[in-house]
């Protein structure tokens, strides 16, 4: 008799049972296989938090196919999701069979990997555990404050608001900060002020722009140019000026890469690269850690994507360098591997950053035996990823002052790329992101060289309101909020 293995998913049991060859018969729990019925009394806090779950049609006939399988096994091996949702699967699938009397000599163990490759999986059934109790009870508390919140609260939102969606810990919450950030927006009163730039020349008669900083030897502030009259008066003393190079300051910067993906900034990088919203993220996320068809052969082709932990696992880490000084030769390589801490306070860590399981599966080589969406989700873990362990970008940056003999001060500034580094392979995208004066390159210019003045202009501006929140925006909050888990 065959020993058995539960996993969550058809596609994961597919992938595992290859695996694992004819010795195990892999079996799917088709996800949750029982919950708390929506009635009065599913949980009671007066008897200690006590819970009467029920499994529906669904869960009964595939509970009554694993109990089916079960018997007669010497061991059952739970290998659901390597977090908190996996372990309470776990938990109702043995406490189900239990019922059904389905256990009689049967060893129970827990199996977990963080990625679905052969390697990993046959490392995993080498070392099985007993089932996470903390963790469970993690779960169970979690799920009754659901029930507890959602169950009290939905009726009364139901009956006020007929035709709204359910009241819940998360999602309150959420809603929240969408209706604070709207009556932000409301009681916002813009206020008007006025930059002044001149276009200028070196003396070879190369262009560039600067911006007005000091007006009659003051110092201006945002909304000291507050008016038409004001903006028209510090133009005119532009116009008039005689100007030079006072000062030339040269810097250069490094920029360095950013972390590899966790749950949150997947999503919100998702979203703003991508178009996704969340659910299509973990999603087509899921789909790609489940297994994909290469070459004949079932491959996952990332770890587990629902984690808060940006570490990577060492051996990991030696192949990106590999990959690294292969793809983009030694200059793109730090002298050592970059290690990252997550920055979050109630980070778990218990899981590796989302990562490629192969870094020489690289997108160009798989994008043909994916589907658009896995395709491209594909190609932004593999960059960042990879970008992660690559060399720092550098910037020379620099900043020109024109001084008048009247106290006007006008400021130049910009940057050139000095060294790509990781920017070679990967960009991140920002929610704000505006016009930046340092990305500006400016001519080569010296102390003391004379500045033609060629036109000068007084732009209108008006401060704007906090933005409503993106999808990726809002992530972003309740990330800083500590808002929810990976899995939610």
């Known amino acids: 008799m065959t020993d058995i293995v539960v996993v969550e998913s058809p596609s994961k049991a597919k992938t595992i049972n290859k695996y694992l060859g004819d010795k195990y018969t892999v079996l799917a729990s088709f996800g949750h296989v029982r919950d708390l019925p929506p009635k009065d009394g599913s949980v009671r806090p007066d008897d200690d938090f006590a819970m009467s779950w029920e499994a529906d049609e669904r869960g009964q006939k595939h509970m009554a196919a694993i109990a089916k399988a079960v018997k007669g096994a010497k061991t059952l091996y739970l290998a659901t999701d390597p977090d908190r949702e996996g372990e309470a699967i776990s938990w109702h699938v043995r406490a189900m069979l239990e019922d059904k ?20 999986v046959k490392a995993a059934m080498a070392a099985p555990r007993e089932l996470d109790q903390p963790l469970i009870e993690a779960y169970l508390a979690r799920r009754a404050l659901d029930y507890l919140v959602g169950f009290t609260l939905s009726p009364v939102l139901w009956r006020k608001l007929p035709g709204s969606k359910s009241a ?153 360098r590999e990959q690294i000084k292969s793809e983009f030769g030694p200059d793109y390589l730090p002298g050592a591997p970059r290690e990252y801490i997550s920055k979050s306070k109630n980070a778990q860590e218990a899981h590796e950053a989302i990562r490629p399981t192969d870094i020489t599966l690289v997108p160009a080589r798989v994008a043909k035996m994916l589907s658009n969406d896995q395709a491209r989700l594909y190609e932004l873990i593999y960059k960042r990823a990879l970008a992660c362990q690559m060399q720092s970008a550098e910037l020379d940056q620099t900043a020109v002052d024109l001084n008048d003999s009247k106290g006007q001060i006008l400021r130049a500034t910009g940057s ?65 909020l500590g808002i929810g888990r990976p899995s939610t």
């Open 101 to 120: 009397n389905a256990l009689k000599g049967v060893n129970v163990l827990r199996v977990t990997f963080n990625e679905i490759t052969k390697t990993a």
């Open 168 to 320: 819940g810990r998360v999602q309150s919450v959420s809603l929240r900060l969408i209706c604070e950030r709207e009556a932000e927006i409301e009681v916002f009163k813009a206020r008007e002020y006025w930059t002044v730039e001149g276009g200028f020349a070196t003396p070879s008669g190369a262009p560039f722009a600067a911006k007005l900083t000091h007006y009659q030897g003051k110092k201006l502030d945002q909304f000291d140019l507050n008016n038409e009259a004001k903006a028209l008066a510090a133009k005119a003393a532009v116009q008039a000026g005689a100007f030079e190079v006072s000062a030339v300051e040269k810097k250069r910067s490094k920029r360095n890469p950013p972390p590899p993906f966790i749950t949150s900034t997947l999503q919100q990088e998702a979203s703003r690269k991508l178009g996704f919203s969340s659910q299509q993220t973990m999603r087509t996320a899921q789909q790609l850690y489940e297994g994909v068809e290469i070459g004949g052969e079932t491959v996952g082709l990332i770890t587990y994507m629902r984690t808060d932990g940006v570490q990577l696992a060492k051996e990991a880490v030696l192949a990106m």
């Open 416 to 480: 050139v790329l000095a060294f790509d580094g990781f920017l070679k392979l990967y960009h991140e995208d920002q929610d704000d992101a505006s016009d930046d004066d340092d990305a500006r390159i400016l001519p080569p210019i010296n102390k003391g060289d004379a500045a033609k003045t060629n036109k000068v202009e007084a732009t209108q501006h008006f401060t704007q309101p906090p933005p409503r929140y993106s999808e990726a925006s809002l992530v972003k909050k309740m990330e800083e």
